[in-house]
């Protein structure tokens, strides 16, 4: 991978075997991404990126502008999201297993005595894991057979930039365990657009029109789940 920069801009570039040049701008916080095809020079290359300086720089001010929940200190009372909706935190001094768990509009999270916010927040976590995978696991089978696919292998984990990724070769897909606080929409929007991949690998208008039909509001759901707040450290 390779830094340059173009006036105040800083950009990493990745030169591929594709055809196309691709610019991306990256949550958090608006970092600029290049696939650049490995025929084109760097003057080229140069020149392309300088068109879209404003397009970039108008993505960079919607991230700045993006709210971002406060930082989560794990005390009672305190907010959790889940499937879009807030829920208050009831900490629970207990001995033996440690969970979470949701019941009469709160989020009970029982752990040990004197454990550090830190460890309250994997133990919530591996809750958030566990709820998104079981969600995963309903919905899954339904648009494979929807959508003429099968997915040879998927699962949940932390990712930075991404809602969730699509290996097409090996047929395997990936969710941010972020998704687990989203309203259920977006997380089916976002499973929807990976095993479009399957039958499309790049988001040309072959990829909108598959999408078009099988979830006709997936532009809303795109926006809703972009326009939401960010995790207080960028992502959980």
Request: charged share 25%; hydrophobic share 40%; with cysteine.
């Amino acid at each position: 991978m390779t830094i340059i920069e173009i006036g105040s801009i800083t950009i990493q570039l990745n030169r591929k075997a594709i055809k196309n040049l691709h610019i991306s701008v990256l949550p958090p916080d608006g970092r600029v991404r290049a696939s650049v095809p490995e025929y084109m020079t760097d003057v080229a290359m140069r020149m392309a990126v300088i068109r879209r300086i404003p397009w970039i720089k108008k993505q960079q001010n919607k991230f700045v502008k993006q709210p971002r929940q406060s930082e989560r200190e794990m005390v009672n009372g305190e907010c959790h999201y889940l499937w879009g909706r807030c829920y208050r935190l009831n900490v629970v001094a207990h001995i033996g297993k440690q969970e979470a768990k949701l019941n009469r509009g709160r989020l009970h999270l029982y752990v040990n005595p004197m454990v550090t916010a830190e460890q309250k927040m994997l133990v919530l976590t591996t809750y958030y894991r566990n709820v998104l995978k079981k969600r995963i696991s309903d919905l899954l089978p339904l648009w494979e057979n929807k959508i003429g696919v099968d997915v040879a292998a998927w699962g949940v984990k932390k990712m930075k930039t991404k809602w969730g990724s699509c290996n097409t070769q090996a047929k395997r897909i990936w969710l941010n365990l972020e998704l687990a606080k989203k309203p259920l929409e977006c997380l089916e929007y976002i499973l929807v657009h990976e095993l479009v991949h399957l039958l499309e690998r790049n988001h040309n208008d072959r990829f909108k029109a598959h999408m078009d039909k099988l979830l006709p509001d997936w532009l809303e759901r795109k926006a809703l789940l972009n326009g939401l707040p960010l995790n207080y450290d960028n992502w959980l």
